[in-house]
């Protein structure tokens, strides 16, 4: 607000405060006297003064005001928008009821039932700027589902992993028959990192020898199905 308007304010105050003194002090022992028309109309004058300088300066510290809001800064590059709404719950109008009667049950036939209103639930949509984001974030090329390996012995799709022999089992039966198996080889052969340990003593190891060391050893096992 600037300084002259707010020094003319106050002395148009004063100058009201002192014309209402000094026609008090006219009135004398009468004053609750009515005041002519000219002395309404002065006071009218006074008063619509105070009011124009008063709407003045609303005017200028709301033009100000719009000046120093800020504008809404413009996002350069690739957005993501999200808008959360509020939308009724999709019913299944697929699955069907069935009235059945049970006796010794006497059921009261009523009229019409109201179905009671959707209940509401929030659905969020996400919105991209551009297809280029939306292909990074949610590639098309579906990744490889992993190959499931079978059991050896009950032919199923494998559950467990042997930690030592690294055979895939379905069960604990199954484990116990690769189990059974491992102690078998182990007693017929030894162990299989003892026997690689011996081999690679040699001085004279061929590139066959070399191979087999290599080479993961695998252990057959056979289950023989009893006929009924």
Known sequence: ???STTE???QTFLRVQERQVQ?????????????TQEELLEEAKITEEINIRSLENYERLEADK???VQKKRRCVGPTICY???AMPLITDVSVKEENVDVEGLEHEQNG?????PPGKCSRTFITFSDDETFERIFPRNKPRLPIRELCPVTHKPAQYRDPITDIPYYNGRAFKVIREAY??????HGLPNAAMAAASMGSTATAQDSAQRNTRQKIVIKQSVPTT
Request: hydrophobic letters at 20%; glycine letters at 2%; a positive charge.
């Open 66 to 68: 719009k000046k120093q």
């Open 112 to 116: 019409d039932s109201v179905a009671p």
């Open 183 to 188: 102690k078998k080889y182990i007693t017929a």
């Open 83 to 85: 808008h959360s709404v």
């Open 1 to 3: 607000m600037r300084q």
């Open 23 to 35: 026609s008090r002090k006219k009135k004398g022992p009468h004053p609750d006297r009515p005041l």
């Open 8 to 10: 003319h304010t106050r």
